[in-house]
């Protein structure tokens, strides 16, 4: 029998997130071991009358490719990988794993050859995006592999993920649309804001938010969401800032990292574990240096960290940074095969300040 959270999450996933009219495309992918929630999301996008693509991931079998494909291999794009970022109306991603260490010992120069070769098909998706040409959402079936890095047992996982999603609600879209409602009001009063200064024990920057736009990101895109956030004029970064919380990608954990900023780039960068891949990462192109998105976490449900970005990132509490490319939409310029959040704890001794203006103090807005 399947739980009714997983049904109510993949209802609010076709009919909140993404919106789905009937007679749009929709390409629907997810990892095997997600399959529940994917059967579930099929039913919902069919009901509501789309035209669906359906591919499943395996991650034995990406890990395996990344591994053994050679160069031709890694850059070679299929015919629906590029009709998926270039032609389809919807995109619905459900991650899972059932190994998230599965890629750790892989060389990160094919995984950046793999990568770099899809820079211009993420580039065409962010401004499809930007141009409301493209409705996207993303989530993440628990697994025992995610609750154990989670350090929780599977049902605690469950429990963690179908709370944030609202999936353990009476009315899941009504709560999202409420959440929504709430941070507007902080979005509204930062519209034609200039200077941005954050301060605290773990960082020291100042930035500027001059012609760009604040995005209120309340589930349609990230579910579970809850922030607030734009991006920064790309040369306007001064500072540094010690992240918090490890920083993961692919399947890698950066600890300890630190970066010092000179006129929006990335001058100085270390780590105290997987530095060497950190700055694989940093190098990967000229814009893997710059600030693509500058946020604020709001979501006071979730406040354990998880080692997975899509939970940690939204911690109320927290503020988050992202190298590499930012979202059109927000006015950002820059571009880059990455976008990379890292996420730093704003709840005890910091404050961010806008023109001059407290704005969010320990943790909370104040206005």
């Given at each position: 029998m399947t739980?009714?959270?997983v049904q109510k999450l993949a209802h609010t996933l076709v009919n909140y997130s993404v919106d789905l009219k009937s007679g749009e495309t929709v390409y629907l992918t997810g990892d095997l071991s997600a399959l529940p929630l994917i059967r579930e999301t099929y039913k919902e996008v069919?009901?509501?009358?789309?035209?669906?693509?359906?591919?499943?991931?395996?991650?034995?079998?990406?890990?395996?490719?990344?591994?053994n494909a050679n160069d031709d291999q890694l850059k070679w794009i299929s015919p629906t990988e590029?009709?998926?970022?270039?032609?389809?109306?919807?995109?619905?991603?459900?991650?899972?794993?059932?190994?998230?260490?599965?890629?750790?010992?892989?060389?990160?120069?094919?995984?950046?050859?793999?990568m770099a070769a899809r820079g211009h098909l993420a580039k065409t998706r962010f401004e499809r995006t930007a141009a409301e040409k493209l409705k996207?959402?993303?989530?993440?079936?628990?697994?025992?592999?995610?609750?154990?890095?989670?350090?929780?047992?599977?049902?605690e996982f469950e429990n963690f993920v179908y709370g944030a999603t609202f999936a353990d609600q009476p009315d899941p879209i009504k709560c999202w649309k409420d959440l929504q409602d709430g941070q507007q009001k902080y979005v509204d009063w930062l519209k034609g804001k200039k200077h941005v200064q954050v301060r605290g024990p773990n960082v020291d920057l100042t930035l500027s938010i001059e012609g760009r736009t604040f995005i209120n990101s309340g589930g349609t895109h990230n579910m579970p969401s809850g922030e607030i956030f734009t991006g920064p004029v790309e040369n306007s970064v001064n500072g540094w800032i010690r992240y918090t919380y490890p920083a993961i990608r692919e399947g890698r954990i950066v600890e300890?990292?630190?970066?010092?900023?000179?006129?929006?780039?990335?001058?100085?960068?270390?780590?105290?574990?997987?530095?060497?891949?950190?700055?694989?990462?940093?190098?990967?192109?000229?814009?893997?240096?710059?600030?693509?998105e500058f946020a604020i976490g709001t979501?006071?449900?979730?406040?354990?960290?998880?080692?997975?970005?899509?939970?940690?990132?939204?911690?109320?509490?927290t503020m988050h940074m992202a190298l590499g490319r930012g979202y059109p939409e927000t006015g950002s310029k820059n571009e880059s095969a990455i976008h990379w959040d890292m996420i730093c704890d704003m709840r005890n001794g910091s404050e961010i300040s806008v023109d001059g203006e407290l704005l969010y103090k320990d943790g909370h807005f104040i206005i």
């Open positions: 739980d009714p959270r069919i009901k509501a009358g789309g035209l669906c693509i359906l591919r499943y991931d395996d991650g034995e079998m990406d890990d395996y490719f990344i591994r590029r009709w998926a970022s270039e032609d389809v109306d919807v995109r619905i991603f459900i991650r899972a794993s059932s190994n998230t260490r599965r890629g750790t010992s892989t060389d990160p120069k094919r995984m950046a050859q793999f996207w959402t993303l989530t993440q079936f628990p697994t025992e592999a995610y609750a154990q890095e989670a350090d929780m047992s599977l049902e300890g990292v630190e970066l010092k900023f000179e006129d929006g780039k990335v001058v100085q960068a270390s780590a105290k574990k997987n530095e060497e891949y950190m700055l694989t990462q940093l190098n990967m192109d000229e814009g893997a240096r710059y600030v693509g979501n006071y449900g979730i406040q354990r960290f998880t080692s997975n970005i899509l939970f940690d990132e939204k911690i109320g509490g």
